[in-house]
């Protein structure tokens, strides 16, 4: 049965000379391979063995069975890492991961459709969700006076859209 995997960072370069690598994550997966046994070097089929993994200076450091020294560690510079979707960490309640978002139907609380949400931007305070509509983008705050429910059976995500954003 196919799992599906999703990107959560990159290898940035070597750390050391025992094969350690640097993965700078996208900043919803920071913590993310915590617990994680395995890791997707690019799009390669076989998935690699975590066998240490820890955080360093705002990125994650992983020793990959196989990569054994710098040189090894070297050839994944540049390297996309994914994990499989199930071995994401549980968020609390009412928190979300960017990729169960996107795809989400937006409506208004009275049921008027906006659009389909296409992108989430990391901010400083808050993300931002980007709404594709018939006549442009939206871009609402992610904030609980803006979003109002989001129903993923339904697939739809109900807002109330601040004056002006539109």
């Given at each position: 049965m196919p799992t599906e995997r999703l990107h959560i960072g990159s290898v940035s370069r070597p750390h050391g000379i025992l094969g350690e690598i640097k993965v700078h994550l996208a900043p919803e997966y920071v913590g993310a391979l915590e617990g994680v046994q395995l890791v997707y070097v690019n799009d390669e089929a076989a998935p690699k063995r975590v066998r240490h993994y820890r955080?360093?200076?705002g990125a994650a450091l992983l020793k990959l069975a196989g990569?054994?020294?710098?040189?090894?560690?070297?050839?994944?510079?540049g390297a996309r890492i994914a994990i499989v979707v199930d071995d994401l960490p549980g968020?609390?309640?009412?928190e979300y991961y960017a990729h169960?978002?996107?795809?989400?139907?937006?409506r208004r609380e009275t049921g008027e459709?906006?659009?389909t949400l296409t992108e989430v931007l990391a901010t400083?305070?808050?993300?931002v969700y980007i709404v594709k509509t018939q006549t442009g983008e939206l871009l609402l705050?992610?904030?609980?006076s803006v979003?109002?429910?989001?129903d993923f059976g339904a697939g739809i995500m109900t807002v109330a859209v601040p004056e002006g954003l539109e």
């Open positions: 955080e360093h200076q990569v054994n020294d710098r040189n090894a560690a070297e050839l994944l510079r968020l609390p309640e009412g169960q978002l996107v795809g989400l139907q937006v459709a906006l659009g400083g305070s808050n993300d705050p992610a904030i609980e979003i109002k429910t989001v």
